[in-house]
């Protein structure tokens, strides 16, 4: 039986709100319906948070107006606080997505939020979500290391699943915010998360800034995940954290895991041209290996 992995496309979001471009919002627009004709069902299109802190996302709610809907296809608002939450259902997001932060020093620069108000701040939130009518997940930003405070305990990060769990979150995802998870670390904390916060699904979120990006998705797998984050292109980074780098490439992770076997539901030929076209009009390359190398057989 193949087993399937299912791949939120985050380019949208955490690839274009750190990228030295400045992209139109009919630009953005383009890139989201490249990204539905690759096959994408969810992806995070835009985030809800202040404009000061994100130039680059301060069109979201413009962003969402325009999109091309799609049957089936979820389009993910990420928020921070209650006004993001609240603009991201204004503006129709399908799914909200709230970040939570394990590291102290990260989520004061990041958001403001202790790890400990970041929670209080989606117990707030989340009835307004259910309210809604919307599905929740939340992201744990800097699950495996923050920048300025280092090494993060796991039961910080079990700490904040079971909060989220609490809140009635369906999924958690773990992020290497800055990259600096390695497989057996991945496979260390989902244990960890699992013993906390049993009853949600969890997701994975990593970035390839020190080169173990796959190796953490496949030690992901491996736990059982089966849902993972990435971007077209391998674009992204957070604006926080310093010499952040891009999320592991989608085309990378579908062909990695279509040729172990695996199904994905992605078009990896058409992740290759989106990939293609970003480099177009972000005019830089992009860290993708599969846009350099193509997929193989061809
Ligand atoms: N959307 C738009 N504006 C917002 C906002 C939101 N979600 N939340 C707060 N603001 C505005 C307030 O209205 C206020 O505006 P004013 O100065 O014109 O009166 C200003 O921001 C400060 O509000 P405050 O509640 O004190 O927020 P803060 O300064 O503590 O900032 C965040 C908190 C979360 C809004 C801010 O840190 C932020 O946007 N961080 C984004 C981090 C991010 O996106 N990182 C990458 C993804 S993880
Ligand atoms: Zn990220």
């Known amino acids: 039986m193949t087993k399937r992995v299912d791949i939120v496309e985050v380019g949208p979001r955490d690839g ?3 990228d030295p471009a400045d992209l139109s919002v009919s630009q953005k627009l383009e890139f989201i319906e490249r990204l539905q004709d690759c096959g994408v069902k969810r992806m ?3 985030s809800f948070v202040s404009p000061k802190a994100v130039p680059k996302m301060a069109e979201s709610a413009e962003v969402f107006a325009g999109i091309a809907r799609r049957e089936g296809v979820r389009h993910i608002g990420l928020a921070l606080n209650e006004k993001g939450v609240r603009r991201a259902i204004d503006a129709g997001a399908d799914e909200i997505n709230f970040v939570m932060v394990a590291g102290e020093a990260f989520g004061q620069r990041n958001q403001g939020m202790s790890p400990q108000d970041s929670a209080d701040e989606l117990a707030q939130c989340a009835p307004l979500v259910h309210q809604a009518g919307l599905p929740l997940s939340a992201s744990i930003a800097v699950a495996f290391g923050d920048p300025y405070d280092g090494l993060i305990a796991k039961g910080v990060v079990g700490g904040l699943a079971a909060r989220a769990q609490r809140a009635g979150v369906a999924e958690v995802a773990i ?3 800055i990259g600096v998870a390695d497989p057996w670390s991945v496979e260390a904390l989902v244990d960890e998360v699992r013993l906390y916060a049993p009853d949600v699904y969890l997701r994975a979120h990593f970035h390839d800034t020190r080169n173990t990006g796959l190796a ?9 995940v089966d849902v993972i984050d990435a971007s077209c292109g391998g674009i992204g980074g957070c604006p926080f954290a310093p010499k952040a780098t891009g999320n592991i490439a989608t085309e990378d992770v579908v062909y990695m895991l279509e040729r172990a076997g695996f199904e994905t539901g992605l078009d990896l030929s058409k992740l290759i041209e989106t990939a293609c076209w970003l480099e177009r009009v972000l005019k830089h390359p992009v860290p993708s290996a599969l846009l350099k190398a193509g997929a193989f057989p061809s």
Do not use: P
């Not at 953490?216 to 059982?224: D, H, K, L, P, W």
């Open 16 to 18: 274009l709100q750190n």
């Open 44 to 46: 995070e299109s835009g």
């Open 175 to 177: 992020a290497d915010t």
């Open 216 to 224: 953490n998705v496949a030690a992901a797998i491996r736990a059982e």
